[in-house]
């Protein structure tokens, strides 16, 4: 059902956690399947230098956390503002159809976060 990069990710979550005075957070939920992700970021010159998420939700919701943040350290705003839900998905390598709305969320989070921190700075 998972691939081995979605059990890796949900096994061995990685940015696991908050970040004190975050520049940036963002949180989305899905009320049909019970999945809320909150996504903080730290930003410095317009790069996002550390990124760390809580998720209440399914293994696939862990892992698309956990994937999304990996993929935004480094990043400018613009360059993670590009990141899609279907690249999430594909980083893992694929989920199973009925947990594709968890990739969503992640990849909604993280524009979430960055949108909030444009708004208040």
Do not use: W
Not at 25 to 51: H, P, R
Not at 81 to 103: F, R
Request: glycine share 8%; net charge negative.
């Amino acid at each position: 059902m998972y691939t081995d990069k979605v059990m890796d990710h949900f096994s061995n979550p990685r940015n696991v956690g908050e970040i004190e005075n975050a520049d940036g957070v963002g949180e989305v939920g899905n009320a049909s399947c019970g999945d809320i992700m909150k996504i903080f970021l730290k930003i410095e010159n317009n790069v996002i230098t550390d990124v760390k998420f809580k998720t209440f939700g399914c293994g696939a919701a862990i892992a698309t956390s956990s994937m999304v943040t990996e993929m935004a350290i480094g990043k400018t705003l613009d360059e993670a503002m590009e990141l899609t839900n279907k690249a999430v998905e594909e980083a893992l390598d694929g989920l199973p159809p009925q947990k594709i709305h968890c990739s969503n969320l992640a990849a909604d989070a993280l524009h979430e976060a960055i949108k909030n921190y444009r708004e208040n700075k």
